[in-house]
T-cell receptor
């Protein structure tokens, strides 16, 4: 049982480049989330999805796009990377979207934008 | 506007002693609170939670206390073990935010043998 798997684990981009982070979960969860973690800021929600084919903006959505074409996958895209997007990105999923049930997190993607 | 604050960036305790991690919040709409633990190079994992209708919840060595009037919660670990060394995040959610957790900045706990 893999849980939540994120790829890649590390990536270095130049300003203006694009990339896609992939998140896959094998727990049949309806709800999926993308967070970023920055020093002194905790985890902040970027985008989330309440089911296949749906997406919604979180707290810090600017500069990111997402897609949920399949229930098990949630993709985070950066169309034109900026140094401010240097961060650790975490994907999470949950069965219940009310937040009262625990989130299952992936191991993170360390992204550096030069 | 940091709605959930963990004002202590780090805490160091001796093995066997009590660890107390604190968390303050400003949004009175928050009605459910969670603690997550994070080891280096891993994602956060759920530790314990508490509903606003309670003031205490225990799970083994971990106890979370909630003081709604002070908008304050704390996580007690007794006895502390070296394996508890990690970053601890508190998080909060309200019934109206439907699953969107608001996290604190995290506290680095170091338990010395």
């Amino acid at each position: 049982n893999a849980g939540v798997t994120q790829t890649p684990k590390f990536r270095v981009l130049k300003t203006g480049q694009s990339m896609t982070l992939l998140c896959a979960q094998d727990m049949n969860h309806e709800y999926m989330y993308w967070y970023r973690q920055d020093p002194g800021m905790g985890l902040r929600l970027i985008h989330y999805s309440v089911g296949e084919g749906t997406t919604a903006k979180g707290e810090v959505p600017d500069g990111y796009n997402v897609s949920r074409l399949k229930k098990q996958n949630f993709l985070l895209g950066l169309e034109s990377a900026a140094p401010s997007q240097t961060s650790v990105y975490f994907c999470a999923s949950s069965y219940d979207g009310r937040g009262r049930e625990k989130l299952f997190f992936g191991s993170g993607t360390q992204l550096s934008v030069l | 506007d940091q709605q959930v604050k963990q004002n202590s960036p780090s805490l160091s305790v001796q093995e066997g002693r009590i660890s107390i991690l604190n968390c303050d919040y400003t949004n009175s709409m928050f009605d459910y609170f969670l603690w997550y633990k994070k080891y280096p190079a891993e994602g956060p994992t759920f530790l314990i939670s508490i509903s606003s209708i309670k003031d205490k919840n225990e799970d083994g060595r971990f106890t979370v206390f909630l003081n709604k009037s002070a908008k304050h919660l704390s996580l007690h670990i007794v006895p502390s073990q070296p394996g508890d060394s990690a970053v601890y995040f508190c998080a909060a959610v309200s019934g109206t935010s439907y699953g969107k957790l608001t996290f604190g900045q995290g506290t680095i706990l170091t338990v010395h043998p």
